[in-house]
C-alpha cells in the first residue's frame, strides 16, 4: 500500500496535562477512519523517540469507543507542577510537539486529510 508522510496535527487532536511528575496525552482522530492509523503508527515505542531526552518511559493505552489514544510519559515534568522549575511544569505543550510527529499513512487518506500551508 502506497503511503505518504503526514504530521499527526492534520489527523488528529490532542490534550495535556500533568499527574505529578508524568505528563498525560490524549491523542483522539479527527474522524474514525483514522483511528486505525493512529494505532498502528503511533506507538509507545515511536512516541518515545520522539520525545527522546525528555521522558523516562512511556505507556500507551487504546480507547477505541473514542478513537482516541491516551499516552503517558512519565519523568516528564521534572518532579511535578509544585516542584520543577520547567517553564512548562503542567506538560500542556506535549499535545503540541506530540502533533508535530510525522507518521505514514495510506495515500488515499492522506488526500482526504492533507490541508494545504499556504
Given at each position: 500500500m502506497a503511503t505518504t508522510r503526514m504530521q499527526l496535527r492534520y489527523l488528529a487532536h490532542a490534550r495535556s496535562g500533568d499527574k505529578g511528575d508524568t505528563a498525560n496525552v490524549g491523542l483522539i482522530a479527527l474522524a474514525p477512519a483514522l483511528y486505525s492509523v493512529l494505532v498502528d503508527q503511533v506507538t509507545?515505542?515511536?512516541?518515545a523517540k520522539h520525545f527522546k531526552g525528555m521522558?523516562?518511559?512511556v505507556e500507551r493505552f487504546e480507547l477505541p469507543n473514542l478513537n482516541a489514544l491516551n499516552f503517558l510519559l512519565h519523568g516528564a515534568l521534572d518532579g511535578g507542577g509544585t516542584m520543577s522549575l520547567k517553564t512548562d511544569a503542567q506538560g500542556k505543550v506535549f499535545s503540541?510537539?506530540?502533533l508535530r510527529?510525522?507518521?505514514d499513512v495510506p495515500r488515499k487518506l492522506a488526500k482526504e486529510w492533507r490541508v494545504k500551508d499556504d
Open positions: 509507545a515505542r515511536r512516541v521522558v523516562s518511559d503540541t510537539a506530540l510527529m510525522e507518521i
